[in-house]
């Protein structure tokens, strides 16, 4: 089920500073348009009960914003801090009364013609829309299809970073999926191993053990993928990154797939198959732990949320 479209919130930041979201455009001819020459990112914001947002693992999503941007040698505005706290400000500035999306965007702003990462000129926004379920309507187990089209490999385009080019791969897979009547694609890479889904990362349980593609599958190195190996180490879950076959998603036990998006979502069904224990122990344990830790309820996991007060700065401009 495509994502449904959402209304952005009001603020962007756009060149340096807070703009209304109408106002942050780019010409025709800029070379991110032209060739997908442009990294992004995608960040959760948790609304909490006390009217703040707690901002998912915003060091570590902007951590590989910025290497992603090293591979297009894009240029960004400041370090780590800028780019964390004009996400902060932006926050402050929306005010968002329910869970939220961050999109930060940077590209090849040069309005040269031929395709060369080479060309000057990096431009760097954020913007926010409200985001629920990813997947659309309540949750529930998600119906896969093995793609016939393969993960752009690293000899190609870098599918470890978040490059906007390489969705082109993403959104054709994507389409295949859903006009076949599925929720999404399951991709393999070139050498026909298990790679991921569309835009969320993929494990099995199989006799107990968490398993998912190493980052040199051609995956993106997702932030929930990491995130989840280590919320399975505090719930005594042991995990391997190693090759998965493909028949091997039919006789997993259980099956799932993970992103700032998809969060933690559960797979019913592949190629019509039915995953072996519809009960899915494991992943919920997985999920409702990751459902604890975004709302704050786990102490000793509350560094890897950005906790954003929006009462407190209320008149501060
Ligand atoms: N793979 C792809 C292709 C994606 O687009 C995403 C979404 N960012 C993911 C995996 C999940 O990554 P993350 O957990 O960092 O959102």
Redesign the pocket.
């Known amino acids: 089920m495509p994502m449904a479209v959402n209304q952005f919130l009001e603020y962007a930041h756009f060149g340096g500073k807070i703009v209304p979201f109408a106002e942050a455009n780019v010409s025709v001819a800029t070379l991110a348009l032209q060739y997908g020459l442009s990294v992004f990112?995608?960040i959760r914001g948790y609304h909490a009960d006390d009217g703040s947002i707690n901002i998912f693992r915003l060091r570590e999503?902007f951590t590989?914003f910025s290497r992603s941007a090293g591979l297009l040698k894009i240029a960004l505005p400041g370090d780590l801090e800028y780019l964390m706290d004009a996400t902060v400000e932006l926050t402050r500035r929306n005010a968002p009364g329910s869970d939220c999306y961050y999109r930060p965007f940077a590209f090849k702003s040069d309005l040269s013609l031929g395709p060369s990462i080479g060309h000057p000129g990096g431009a760097f926004t954020v913007y926010m829309l409200p985001l629920g379920n990813y997947f659309g309507g309540e949750p529930r187990g998600l119906r896969m299809q093995v793609s016939s089209w393969r993960r752009v490999a690293d000899t190609q385009i870098p599918?470890r970073g978040?490059i906007g080019g390489a969705?082109v791969n993403?959104a054709i897979a994507k389409d295949e999926a859903v006009i076949n009547g599925y929720d999404d694609a399951i991709m393999l890479n070139e050498l026909g191993k298990v790679a991921?889904?569309?835009?969320?990362?993929l494990f099995i349980v199989r006799d107990g053990v968490l398993i998912t593609p190493g980052i040199t599958s051609d995956?993106?190195?997702?932030?929930?993928?990491r995130?989840v190996m280590e919320l399975a180490e505090d719930l005594g879950i042991p995990v391997k990154e190693r090759d998965i076959d493909r028949s091997e998603l039919y006789i997993a036990d259980e099956v799932f797939v993970?992103?700032?998006?998809?969060q933690v979502a559960p797979v019913d069904q592949i190629d019509q198959r039915h995953i072996g224990d519809p009960t899915q122990p494991i992943t919920t344990r997985l999920r409702e732990h990751f459902e604890a830790v975004v709302r704050g309820r786990v102490p000793s996991r509350a560094d890897w949320l950005t906790r954003v007060e929006i009462g407190a700065l209320v008149g501060a401009d």
């Open positions: 990112g995608g999503h590989r599918a978040k969705y993403s991921e889904a569309s835009a969320a990362n995956v993106l190195e997702g932030i929930t993928r995130s993970c992103g700032t998006a998809a």
